[in-house]
């Protein structure tokens, strides 16, 4: 009887080491994933922050040419509305209800090339006339 009981030690013994193994390569499997996804959330935090410093960047830029002198400003189509720009043409000001369908043919001519405006008030006074 002796006999049988050693032959069945080294059998467990395999299966516990096999079972072992499996656990192990899960466990190392699942440390891989959450690494992985772990990398890409900073990753894209880390993008994130980029972005947003530079729009930070842009916008200080643009305050710094706001030195107490009037702005000018270049009015341009935008997805079917007038987009209001900086004086650079290129820095969104803003983005106005305004469609370029309600406006006259030689506005329109004057928005496609860039329509410039030398202050403030006089942005205001041509987006009052021509909302609703």
């Known amino acids: 009887m002796k006999k049988g009981v050693d ?3 080294p059998k467990y013994m395999i ?6 193994a499996v ?3 899960l466990l190392s499997a699942g440390y891989r ?9 900073q990753t894209a935090l880390e993008k994130s922050t980029a972005d ?5 960047a842009r916008i200080t830029r643009a305050d710094e040419t706001d030195t107490g002198e009037e702005t000018s400003y ?5 997805h079917g509305f007038v987009a209001v720009y900086l004086a650079d043409g290129s820095t969104l000001y803003e983005l106005t209800d305004i469609p370029i369908s309600d406006l006259p043919e030689e506005i329109r001519q004057e ?4 329509k ?9 006074g041509f987006l009052e006339n021509y909302s609703s």
């Open 33 to 41: 994933i959450t690494y992985d996804h772990v990398v890409e959330r």
């Open 74 to 78: 270049c009015l341009k189509e935008l």
């Open 111 to 114: 928005l496609a090339a860039g």
């Open 15 to 20: 299966g516990f080491f096999a079972a072992l």
């Open 7 to 9: 032959i069945m030690k």
């Open 52 to 56: 947003t410093k530079n729009i930070e």
């Open 116 to 124: 410039y405006i030398g202050s403030e008030k006089a942005l205001y």
């Open 23 to 25: 656990l192990l390569c």
